[in-house]
């Protein structure tokens, strides 16, 4: 394995694990929304809005980089350089690394989202209220979400990978 791919797999692997780290703010942006009814104004709402959106933005163009600048992300940062050989010795092919690293991220995911998810389940049925009456639908429906994601990854890996390695190389 060539040094450059190497970083390039190791850039990827910290890409998709900020993406799916990211889903967090999310809920956050609408839960913001139950301020309006209380004692924060509208200019400091707007506020807390306008910080929300540069933090995802700040988000995406990250991920963005990541994911598909891998390339320009080992250029800047020199990453090739200082080292005494030109290959690591590793047989694993590029795409089957990535595909592990995309099942593992998932199973991760999985593992976290599916007792939160249980445990606001039990709670909104404890509660007995309609979902737009419970207070902490947008955290359901967020664990919800997660869970069906990192489901998805760990049955979709192989296809993921495919695609990730597919737009790095037309671009």
Not at 9 to 35: A, E, H, N, V
Not at 59 to 68: A, D, E, K, N, P
Not at 125 to 134: A, I, S, T
């Amino acid at each position: 394995m060539q040094i450059k791919t190497f970083w390039q797999i190791l850039i990827k692997i910290i890409g998709m694990w900020l993406l799916f780290s990211c889903i967090s703010i999310l809920p956050q942006f609408f839960s913001t929304l139950s301020f309006v009814n209380g004692n924060l104004n509208l200019k400091d709402l707007l506020l807390l809005w306008l910080g929300l959106l540069v933090t995802i933005l700040i988000y995406v163009l990250i991920i963005r980089l990541f994911l598909f600048k891998t390339d320009w992300i080992i250029k800047i940062l020199k990453l090739e350089k200082n080292f005494t050989e030109d290959r690591i010795d590793l047989n694993i092919p590029k795409n089957n690394t990535i595909t592990i690293a995309i099942i593992v991220i998932g199973g991760l995911i999985l593992i976290e989202s599916l007792p939160n998810f249980c445990s606001r389940l039990f709670n909104f049925f404890q509660q007995k209220k309609l979902l737009k009456d419970y207070s902490e639908t947008s955290w359901l429906i967020y664990y919800f979400i997660k869970t069906i994601i990192g489901y998805l990854l760990l049955t979709n890996g192989n296809n993921i990978a495919k695609y990730l390695i597919k737009e790095s190389n037309e671009q």
